[in-house]
T-cell receptor, first 108, second 113 residues
Framework: TQLLEQSPQFLSIQEGENLTVYCNSSSVFSSLQWYRQEPGEGPVLLVTVVTGGEVKKLKRLTFQFGDARKDSSLHITAAQPGDTGLYLCAGEMGKSTFGDGTTLTVKP | EAQVTQNPRYLITVTGKKLTVTCSQNMNHEYMSWYRQDPGLGLRQIYYSMNVEVTDKGDVPEGYKVSRKEKRNFPLILESPSPNQTSLYFC????????????FGPGTRLTVT
């Protein structure tokens, strides 16, 4: 079974701070996705990374795929209360394996 | 509007009473799957289907059945629900090839007493 470990599990910060969420595995993935989920809703795709070493930016969010395609990180600059939610990474290798998620709370 | 729909959104039932949760997508996706989400355990795949009449077990298939008679529909069947199947269930779909982006339904919160 492919496992994806996310850290930290919970993160509570003040508005304006920066943060990084990590997604690690011992398995190699053909691609990795980051999703954001709000209470009462299904996960919504933020980004897909495919190439080892790839960096993608989505406004204040920066996603990086590890060189070996086993790990990824999500960095948020100047977090805002609207960033609050559950962040999930998912590795794809024929089927999808999800991490346990990082619950982010950004306080005004 | 491209979407995945699930019904019902909320369901409270009793142990042993068969139930079906429906899932439908309008994006002509070949691949559909069911997940359950539990606190501290993340999203775990129950079953998936790569096309009509093709289904396979995910990581936690025990106690569940699925069918894929039409491309757009992928119902989840609990023949004899038990309390440990109380959970939040999500259906998802994507194209079969490509880089794996999944589109999720809004979820079904099931409580089995």
């Amino acid at each position: 079974t492919q496992l994806l470990e996310q850290s930290p599990q919970f993160l509570s910060i003040q508005e304006g701070e920066n943060l990084t969420v990590y997604c690690n595995s011992s398995s190699v993935f053909s691609s990795l996705q980051w999703y954001r989920q709000e209470p009462g809703e299904g996960p919504v795709l933020l980004v897909t990374v495919v190439t080892g070493g790839e960096v993608k930016k989505l406004k204040r969010l920066t996603f990086q795929f590890g060189d070996a395609r086993k790990d990824s990180s999500l960095h948020i600059t100047a977090a805002q209360p609207g960033d609050t939610g559950l962040y999930l990474c998912a590795g794809e290798m024929g089927k999808s394996t999800f991490g346990d998620g990082t619950t982010l709370t950004v306080k005004p | 509007e491209a979407q995945v729909t699930q019904n019902p959104r909320y369901l409270i039932t009793v142990t042993g009473k068969k139930l079906t949760v429906t899932c439908s997508q309008n994006m002509n996706h070949e691949y559909m799957s069911w997940y359950r989400q539990d606190p501290g355990l993340g999203l775990r795949q129950i079953y998936y289907s790569m096309n009509v009449e093709v289904t396979d077990k995910g990581d936690v298939p025990e106690g569940y059945k699925v069918s894929r008679k039409e491309k757009r529909n992928f119902p989840l069947i609990l023949e004899s629900p038990s309390p440990n199947q109380t959970s939040l269930y999500f259906c998802a779909s994507r194209i079969l090839t490509g880089v794996g982006e999944q589109y999720f339904g809004p979820g079904t919160r099931l409580t089995v007493t």
